[in-house]
C-alpha cells in the first residue's frame, strides 16, 4: 500500500520568513496529494492540493509543488504570520471506486516566531 | 460555508462498552470516511462508505467496528467492545466524489476508554 514520508517533524522561523514541508509518496498511481493544516484541538482543514496532471499550484502565500519522477511533492508558505503555526499534514490518494482512501504523512509542527 | 459536524466532542467509556460516534457530512457529498487519530500521531484511515455499503476499510476496522447511515444525514461508527488502544480522536470525512477528490473534516469526537 500507500506510504507517505514527511520532513521536517518540527519547524521554526521567523515572522516573514518562508517555510518549505517536504513530503514523499511511494505508490505511482497516486494522483492527489492535499495538505491540511490542524490546529490544538480542531480536525485537518484542507488548505491546499494538487493533481498529477499539473506541478505546481499557488494560492495566495501558500504553493505546493509536485515531481511525479521523483515522487515527491512540498508545501510552501510566504511572509509566514503567527497565525500560519499548526501541525502540517501532507498525504496521497489513488484512485478508487467507492471513495478516496487518504494516507497521511507523519505531520510538521510549524512555529512561527515573533 | 457548509460543515461536517461530529457528536459528540468527547466521549468517555469504560472498557468492553460500547459506543457510537455520531456525524453529519455535508448534504451533497456522497462519499463518507471515518479516519482516527492517535494522541500526537498522524491520522489514520479506517473505512470509507459509498451507496450504503462499506468499499475499503484499513486492519485497523476488525470485527469490532461497524458503520451505518440509518437515514439520509447521519454516518456513525460503532465501536462494539471498546479496548484501551482504541482511544483516539475519531474524524469524520466526507467528499462530492471521486473526481472531485476534496475530503472535509469534521471536529472529531476524542473518545478516551478507561
Known amino acids: 500500500g500507500e506510504n507517505v514520508e514527511q520532513h521536517p517533524s518540527t519547524l521554526s522561523v521567523q515572522e516573514g520568513d518562508s517555510a518549505v514541508i517536504k513530503c514523499t509518496y511511494s505508490?505511482?498511481?497516486?494522483?492527489?496529494f492535499p495538505w491540511y493544516k490542524q490546529e490544538l484541538g480542531k480536525g485537518p482543514q484542507l488548505i491546499i492540493d494538487?493533481?498529477?496532471?499539473?506541478g505546481e499550484k499557488k494560492d495566495q502565500r501558500i504553493a505546493v509543488t509536485l515531481n511525479k519522477t521523483a515522487k515527491h511533492f512540498s508545501l510552501h508558505i510566504t511572509e509566514t504570520q503567527p497565525e500560519d503555526s499548526a501541525v502540517y499534514f501532507c498525504?496521497?490518494?489513488?484512485?478508487?471506486?467507492?471513495?478516496?482512501?487518504?494516507?497521511f504523512g507523519t505531520g510538521t509542527q510549524l512555529k512561527v516566531e515573533l | 460555508e457548509p460543515e461536517v459536524t461530529q457528536t459528540p466532542s468527547h466521549q468517555v467509556t469504560q472498557m468492553g462498552q460500547e459506543v457510537i460516534l455520531r456525524c453529519v457530512p455535508i448534504?451533497?457529498?456522497?462519499?463518507f470516511y471515518w479516519y482516527r487519530q492517535i494522541l500526537g500521531q498522524k491520522v489514520e484511515f479506517l473505512v470509507s462508505f459509498y451507496n450504503n455499503e462499506i468499499s475499503e476499510k484499513s486492519e485497523i476496522f476488525d470485527d469490532q467496528f461497524s458503520v451505518e447511515r440509518p437515514d439520509g444525514s447521519n454516518f456513525t461508527l460503532k465501536i462494539r467492545s471498546t479496548k484501551l488502544e482504541d482511544s483516539a480522536m475519531y474524524f469524520c470525512?466526507?467528499?462530492?466524489?471521486?473526481?472531485?477528490?476534496?475530503?472535509?473534516f469534521g471536529p472529531g469526537t476524542r473518545l478516551t476508554v478507561l
Open positions: 470525512a466526507s467528499s462530492e466524489g471521486t473526481v472531485v477528490h476534496e475530503q472535509f
Open positions: 498525504a496521497a490518494s489513488s484512485p478508487r471506486r467507492g471513495g478516496n482512501k487518504l494516507t
Open positions: 494538487i493533481r498529477s496532471n499539473v
Open positions: 448534504s451533497n457529498h456522497l462519499y
Open positions: 505508490d505511482s498511481a497516486s494522483n492527489y
